[in-house]
Every structure is written in structure tokens, then in C-alpha cells.
């Protein structure tokens, strides 16, 4: 895929939608961080149902921890994996309030050495609350940056070095919003719904559906 190509897709993308943001629900970096932890191998719907509740009663590090794991798990026993995520949003409450004065940090560092945040995470989190260029690469956007052309990769690793090198640099702060919405609305995986998408003259993918 050429430049021209790359810059009219998120051209297009950025019409349809002009300030993408996630879908998880917080109102402070805190919240924000704790959702992103829940929200592996887990739908952000149901995170979201589960931190409505949670969050009334514990949306500071400090009233996160005094819950305990327990306490925890009694708000979040409907997403996967409750008990190790449990387990590690409690120590990272603790990390928080002990070597962080209860702020979520802001560097790539310190977020990946809280227990239950990796590289995904940390972009997330590097991205939607400190608004710096990061790409977290999930399934989503691993599949449409490799079924698009855009930026293709054997790894989501390999896919996120790409993405940072070819998508035109006036995109590049929102661009992971817009990947992975697309991906999860209309670059479906089963069946990509490319009859009713916005890029799909561009997309250079070979096997598109009418539907």
C-alpha cells in the first residue's frame, strides 16, 4: 500500500469519526487503568457493567486496596479471568499508592512493571490518558492493518512498528481508535462488512463481501 492510499484512509476514518476514543467508561487515569486491565480477553461492555458498580465505591488506589482481593472479586466475578485480574489490580493499587502518590505514571516504564499491564496496556493507557502516540495492538487492529494493507506484520509487535512508521504523522495520535473501532464494527473477523465500509475502494484486501 502506497502513502496517498494510507492517507486517504485515515482521512476518511477521521470524517466519520473526529475524536475516537475508547469505549471503556472512567472518569479519572486511575479508573481508566484499572478498565484496561479488566478489560483483556474480555469485552469492554462487560467491564464496563462490572466498573459501574465498582467504581462508586472505589475509584482511588487507596479505596481500591482496602477492598482486598475478595473484596475485589466480588465486582468483577463476570468478566474472565476475575481471579488473577483480582490479584494483580490489588498489588498495582498498592504499587500506586506507595512509589506513585496514588497517580497512574505516565511513562512506558513504570505503567509495564504493574503487575497485569503489558505492552498493550501501557499504550493504552500512554495514549488515551496522557495523549502521547502509542498504538496498542490487539486483535482488532492486528487484523485490519495485516486484511487492509496498511501495515502489515507477522506479530503484533512487528504490526505496531509499522503502524508508527506509516501512518501519516498528523493521524497518528487517534489512529489506534480508529483501527480498532473499524475492526470491531465493520472489518469484522468472520465476515467483514465491506458493502457499508467507508474504505473499502482502498483496502486491499481480495476476498471482500458485498455485504
Not at 8 to 19: G, K, N, Y
Not at 52 to 69: D, W
Not at 127 to 148: E, G, L, P, W
Not at 149 to 175: S, T, Y
Request: hydrophobic share 40%.
Amino acid at each position: 500500500m502506497n502513502k496517498q492510499k494510507r492517507q486517504e484512509i485515515f482521512e476518511r476514518l477521521r470524517a466519520a469519526d473526529p475524536t475516537p476514543t475508547t469505549e471503556l467508561n472512567f472518569n479519572n487515569n486511575f479508573e481508566l487503568l484499572i478498565s484496561v486491565i479488566l478489560s483483556a480477553q474480555a469485552t469492554d461492555v462487560s467491564v464496563n457493567k462490572a466498573t459501574e458498580e465498582l467504581y462508586k465505591v472505589a475509584n482511588s488506589p487507596a479505596a481500591m486496596a482496602a477492598l482486598g482481593v475478595s473484596g475485589l472479586k466480588k465486582y468483577i466475578r463476570t468478566i474472565g479471568l476475575f481471579n488473577t485480574k483480582a490479584e494483580n489490580v490489588i498489588k498495582t493499587c498498592k504499587i500506586l499508592v506507595k512509589e506513585h502518590d496514588s497517580e497512574v505514571p505516565d511513562n512506558r516504564e513504570a505503567l509495564e512493571a504493574l503487575p497485569g499491564v503489558g505492552r498493550k496496556t501501557a499504550n493504552v493507557v500512554l495514549n488515551t490518558a496522557f495523549r502521547q502516540i502509542a498504538m496498542a495492538v490487539d486483535t482488532h487492529i492486528f487484523r485490519v492493518s495485516n486484511r487492509t494493507g496498511i501495515a502489515p506484520g507477522k506479530n503484533v509487535v512487528e504490526v505496531e512498528k509499522r503502524l508508527l512508521r506509516l501512518v501519516p504523522e498528523e493521524f497518528l495520535l487517534d489512529a489506534h481508535h480508529w483501527l480498532i473501532l473499524h475492526g470491531r464494527y465493520t472489518c469484522l473477523a468472520r465476515k467483514p462488512r465491506c458493502g457499508s465500509c467507508t474504505i473499502e475502494d482502498l483496502c486491499e484486501f481480495k476476498q471482500k463481501t458485498e455485504s
